[in-house]
């Protein structure tokens, strides 16, 4: 595959998680593989996102004719790393009747009550679908460890849950593709700095943003062991570096259309006699 | 509220269904209360996409400091009449977190065990949320009233059935907002001919379309009674000529800004102390 205008190395093979990963030598200020400056990015956005809609289509027609496929988009990140943004710019520009997009709260007393995986298993893209978590069963590993809310052996138990339930998936004709967001601490600040500055953000600030960017260390531990445990052929994980939003929101976009591009899609011929039917409808 | 640029009467006052209307009187190639044409209808949806997006997100807002209030489209037409454009040229332009879309297909066996409203009410949108019906409850008093699947003291229950249920939606908090695309047959046939000769819409083409639209007078009657019955004050329904594209993306736009600018949202103030925030905040 030729690279897309401005790239100089494929976003999926540079960020993807491999063999001696390590997150702390991965700086969250970079654009990785891609040769453009901020202008450059947000045209090449706007460029691609035809070719990801269609490739989206795509996936969606092929339902319609007993396809199984669907495709997966797990985002996991700090506060402010711009998930958000992801879901809007990104995955925004496709039909949104192909999307199913699930947004994992702290769990209800319902959720606690079951295993992790039981709220997240529902939440699976339908054949077709294009499925995005924000957040997701990491949580289970990232913030849980983070408070020693699990010890090492349920962890240990949760990581070889999580590839289980995402073999499942991937046999089940799901391509499964994870997306951690890196973000630098001093970035951060900026954000949630802006968030008190402006009336129109507000809402988006909680004061317990702050309590939880103290754990960044224990953060970005619970990162790198659940890379080094969940990383795996048919669910890889990427980490994108997040304090350039343009260089996220493209590099999220190019994962995702090396990604549905690879799955060789086609559009349906229709289960129908294409000349029987013209001839109806000269008639109709 | 002054009239949007290009409007001469705003499309929700023109496009309700009142007392006395008459669904056989309104033409389907009109663009009611819009003074321009093609490019300045697409021009007026881009300018005019942002609005509604900051509308929504504040409605989304509201909602995570216990609002209680959201919105629910309903869109009802003829085959091809423009539903996904709708979906995703409208709907797609605000931000997907806060969009709840639901598709109803032909109801299945465990579906049709239950009463009709059943499967509706799981649909409807959570406080903040912006829910969208592609098609809904109304097949079942259309396509059951044409093909005679129901008598009529079995339609005029589900009438009340629906008004009951939509009143209750609104007493919840809910806006509701009913959209039939008023097609005309030739633009139907010209738009199935269409999907006939491009093969990246093939998969769109059933041939079950044909057949259905060999009971068009009665589809319209169908659609006539509903309206009579089922406009309602807190839920009325909104004929959008729909034989230009540009144009019933553009009015449906705007029924969406005029129903979600009467609601008077507001950026929510945060339920934080801005100066302690702001000094912990350099502190971190």
Redesign the interface.
Known sequence: MSLPLGFTASPAGVLKVGPGFSLAARPTNAAPGFSGKKHDGAAALAARAPVLAQLQEQLF?ES??GGQRSVLLVLQAMDTAGK?GI??HV??AV???G?K?K?FKAPTEEEKAHDFLWRVRPAAPEPGMFGVF?RSHYEDVLIHRVHGWAGEAELDRRYEAINGFEAELAAAGTTVVKVMLHLGPDEQ?KR??AR?HD??K??????GD?DE??FWPAYMDAYQKAFERTSTASAPWYVVPADKKWYARLAVQEILIETLGAMNLQ????N?D?QH??A??KD?
């Open positions: 027609a319609r004719f958000g879901v809007g995955v925004g039909d949104p009747q999307v997009l947004a924000d600040l949630l700095g008190l009336p129109t507000f809402w988006k600030y909680s004061s702050l960017r103290a559009w349906p011929a229709g129908f294409l039917e013209r109806r409808l109709a």
